[in-house]
């Protein structure tokens, strides 16, 4: 799909330091709209620099980011929430002394009040959230915390979905589940770029993926080609 | 030598005023700690402009003793709102001029910073109000200097005082406490508050604007230390550009103890506080020789550090445990 989808995202040639590390260089990549886009490489990479760049957090010192056509360099990251990037980022980052309710509703901060049916869609999605909603988010499981941080990107009815790491610490039963809701998420018509270390499983719901190695694009190409690629084999897929 | 139950009643209530005046100020300190985690050492001062800027408000308005009493009422309470405007704005200022430009530089430099504005606020006190203790114009009408609640309003026959004064600083603390608490668990700056004191990245991803929301912490901060600036000046019926010193350190103390951070801990750290300064300022010395008002800094220091040692998250205070 999407060939002919006009581009949402566009990042062009992006350079972004830690201080004197020399994090992104040179990254080129676009999103278009309905696909589902993944970043994967090792740990360290720059796979989460890379969203941190694209949602506001991080300022490339050059290259420029762009969303619809509209320049995001120097936007700071509350105003590239308000125009529908939402990002569930990596550590998962849930508000520890607020319920899963009050979590749930941060993340449509920028809509104003959350709404009902966002809210039913996500405990639709995820039931456990809706069984701990007025638990402390500090104290639950990783797991559980992981869905509370991709509900509350959801609930900023975001264009365009930033995930990072969505598998992480994950029991494999539930990474197959998250795997599923971020398709459906998609198929119900958000744009996700997905950061992952479980390139196998990225790849199988992508569209389209790149593959980073410190701080540069090595590979780009439809998911499918990837995985069949002998260097992601050897590298990401664990295949001797 | 015998307890003696009324003296300990009469101090006891000293200490709870005296107390609910430092929650005002220890929530200064928490509120700013909570969200940027900033010591914010120019917070007494913050407190001591308040009180003077409240002196000047009514010596400008010209309402005295003699006035009639709405009028005197009416004068404390836009004195109030005054000094809690100039204090807020104050607050606020100094974060968008010191602060801000700090925010991701080491954590020592802002801390080095609000010493420096803390003697810069002292200065323009003295510049302003001069070196020595001011006594504000008076607003009290004389026949409730004296006043004793409890003897006027209950019949009692007591050698214990309560003063109008007394009841005046509780009437203005416990509304505002349950206003900041109100304003922080309902209203939608106070949750993006909060979610930016947990976690600032994560609370800027959903769109909160985490600058403006810092500096409404130190508005409110700032404004809750311009109420009791007006109420110290009162309390106390002196000013001085160094009172923030004092009454900035046993709030820090209260807030430390209570657990910096948490709002509930730092008034009930601040009530602690305030008997212990009382206790020790009037009620030890009926037991210990010698025992006077000079050792009160001594033995609110001491709680300081023996709360460092045996309790550093304080009473109430667990915020670091899962600020992982």
């Known amino acids: ?240 | 030598m015998d307890f003696n139950a009324a003296l300990f009643t009469q101090y006891l209530i000293i200490g709870i005023a005296s107390g609910a005046l430092i929650a005002l100020i220890a929530l200064g300190y928490t509120l700013v700690y909570g969200i940027v985690e900033l010591i914010n050492f120019a917070h007494g001062e913050v407190f001591m402009m308040g009180a003077l800027f409240a002196t000047t408000v009514v010596a400008t308005v010209g309402v005295t003793n003699d006035s009639s009493g709405v009028a005197i009422v009416f004068m404390a309470i836009a004195a109030l709102l005054a000094s809690m405007l100039f204090s807020g704005l104050l607050n606020a200022g100094i974060d968008r001029v010191a602060y801000r430009r700090l925010r991701n530089a080491p954590k020592l430099a802002p801390l080095i910073a609000a010493i420096g504005i803390s003697f810069i606020l002292q200065n323009i006190a003295i510049y302003w109000k001069g070196s020595n203790p001011i006594t504000p114009p008076s607003l009290i009408p004389t026949e409730y200097v004296r006043y004793n609640v409890l003897t006027e309003w209950f019949g009692l026959e007591t050698r214990i005082r309560l003063r109008v004064l007394d009841l005046a600083v509780l009437g203005v603390t416990i509304p505002l406490l349950i206003g900041l608490t109100w304003f922080v668990y309902k209203t939608r700056t106070g949750k993006a508050m909060r979610a930016t004191a947990q976690d600032r990245d994560a609370a800027a991803l959903m769109g909160i604007d985490v600058n403006r929301t810092i500096a409404y912490a130190f508005l409110i901060g700032g404004a809750l230390a311009g109420a009791a600036g007006m109420i110290a000046v009162y309390y106390n019926n002196s000013a001085r550009f160094q009172m923030g010193f004092r009454y900035g350190l046993f709030a820090f103390t209260a807030a430390v103890l209570g657990g910096i951070g948490n709002l509930a801990g730092s008034v009930i750290g601040a009530l602690c506080i305030g008997i212990v300064w009382s206790m020790s300022d009037g009620f030890m010395s009926q037991y210990i020789e010698g025992w006077g008002a000079g050792w009160t800094p001594a033995v609110i220091f001491a709680v300081l550090v023996l709360v460092m040692i045996f309790r550093p998250t304080g009473l109430l205070g667990e915020q670091t445990v899962d600020k992982v």
Request: net charge neutral; charged share 20%.
């Open chain 1, 1 to 240: 799909m999407a060939d002919t989808a006009p581009t949402m995202l566009d990042v062009q040639d992006i350079h972004t330091y830690y201080g004197h590390i020399h994090a992104l260089k040179g990254i080129t990549l676009q999103v278009r709209k309905g696909e589902i886009v993944t970043l994967i490489g090792s740990n360290g990479a720059g796979k989460s620099t890379t969203l941190k760049t694209i949602s506001g957090l991080l300022q490339p010192r050059q290259g420029e980011v762009s969303l619809d056509g509209r320049r995001l360099n120097g936007v700071p990251a509350h105003k590239i929430a308000s125009l529908g990037v939402a990002q569930s980022p990596e550590g998962r980052r849930v508000f520890p002394r607020m319920s899963v309710l009050e979590n749930l509703e941060m993340g449509a901060f920028s809509r104003g009040k959350a709404d009902p049916d966002d809210l039913a869609r996500v405990f639709d999605l995820f039931p456990r959230l809706k069984e701990r909603a007025s638990q402390k988010a500090g104290t639950m499981s990783g797991g559980e915390q992981q869905m509370l941080a991709i509900g509350r990107a959801l609930m900023a009815r975001p264009t365009l979905l930033l995930l990072d790491e969505p598998s992480m610490g994950l029991a494999p039963i539930l990474v197959e589940q998250i795997f599923g809701i971020v398709r459906d998420i998609n198929a119900q018509g958000t744009t996700v770029l997905l950061v992952e270390q479980n390139a196998l499983m990225a790849l199988a719901i992508a569209h389209r993926g790149y593959v980073l190695q410190t701080g540069q694009i090595v590979l780009a190409d439809e998911a499918n080609a990837l995985a069949k690629n002998e260097m992601v084999r050897k590298a990401y897929l664990g295949e001797e």
